[in-house]
């Protein structure tokens, strides 16, 4: 029986719900590996934030992007529909909050959307989140209206084509030239097909999520679709010297297959 969109947003609402506490345990003030070495610095750059400038945050979690936003000067807007979330976001704003407006948003829904104010964001801005939602067409059709002209969108998302729900991280022992030496590599099995699987974010956490599985190509063209251009665009690998927290889990031993991308697409205005 195929699972409609309306039930899997109600599941993962519930899953984000649940595991909230754990997750804002995990990320705590600073964030982990993947979002201070592979995301933010990529993030930061697109943003190019001015002064005054006024971002939307999509899909906040506990705030992480939200502080960083604020310290760099930013007015933000941030939500997530998590209201157990929210709650740890606004825990953790411990100054700047002049600057923050927390709300309690589904990114699903067009009408929450738009009661978030039309014309009136520089930027905005999801991290790590894309892939967690049912629907992104409501979102991408409805953030030309939210955003001022020449706007720009500024995401990051889990590599869809190496560490998407089908990835099995592999070690294998081979002869290179009279040197012994152990090769890491990623095994993949689906990509180009649109699909959902549940998994563990993190390893202890109460409820699995559900990722939503889509190639580049459904995120770059749904962009296109609603008025966007690319205008950056970058494949981020940890380095080498990063460690590996678990025997198999990402890090510098897969320096050469990147484990996230970082996009800017700008809405084309032109006449």
């Known amino acids: 029986m195929t699972e409609n969109l309306n039930d899997l947003n109600k ?11 754990v997750w804002d345990t995990r990320m705590g003030d600073e964030g982990n590996d993947f979002f201070n070495i592979l995301c933010w ?4 750059s697109f943003l190019n934030i001015q002064p005054d400038s006024h971002i939307l945050d999509i899909a906040c979690g506990n ?7 604020a310290e760099l000067g930013a007015r933000v807007t941030a939500f997530d529909f998590s209201s157990n979330l929210i709650e740890k976001a606004k825990t953790r704003l411990t100054d700047r909050a002049s600057q923050v407006n927390f709300q309690v948003i589904d990114a699903t829904n067009e009408a ?11 930027s905005a801005l999801s991290n790590m989140a894309l892939f967690d939602m049912a629907n992104i067409e409501t979102l991408f059709q409805t953030l030309p209206k939210l955003l001022k002209p020449n706007g720009t969108f500024i995401f990051s998302i889990i590599h869809p084509a190496f560490n998407n729900s089908s990835a099995v991280h592999v070690a294998e022992e081979m002869d290179d ?16 097909t649109s699909y ?11 409820k699995p999520q559900i990722y939503f599985e889509r190639p580049l190509q459904y995120y770059l063209n749904i962009g296109f679709q609603n008025g966007f ?13 990063i460690p590996q927290y678990f025997p198999l889990g990402w890090g510098g031993k897969f320096s050469e297959l990147p484990a996230a991308i970082v996009a800017r697409m700008r809405l084309d205005n032109k006449p």
């Open 11 to 21: 599941e993962t609402h519930e899953a984000w719900e649940m595991n909230a506490e």
């Open 112 to 122: 929450q959307l738009l009661s978030l104010g039309e014309g009136k964001y520089d």
């Open 177 to 192: 030239h009279g040197e012994i030496k152990t090769v890491y590599s990623i095994k993949t099995s689906r990509y180009m």
């Open 229 to 241: 251009v690319l205008d950056g665009f970058e494949e981020r690998a940890f380095p080498p010297e």
């Open 196 to 206: 959902h699987q549940r998994g563990l974010a993190l390893r202890n956490q109460p």
């Open 63 to 69: 705030g992480l992007t939200t502080r960083r936003l």
């Open 41 to 44: 610095p990529a993030l930061a």
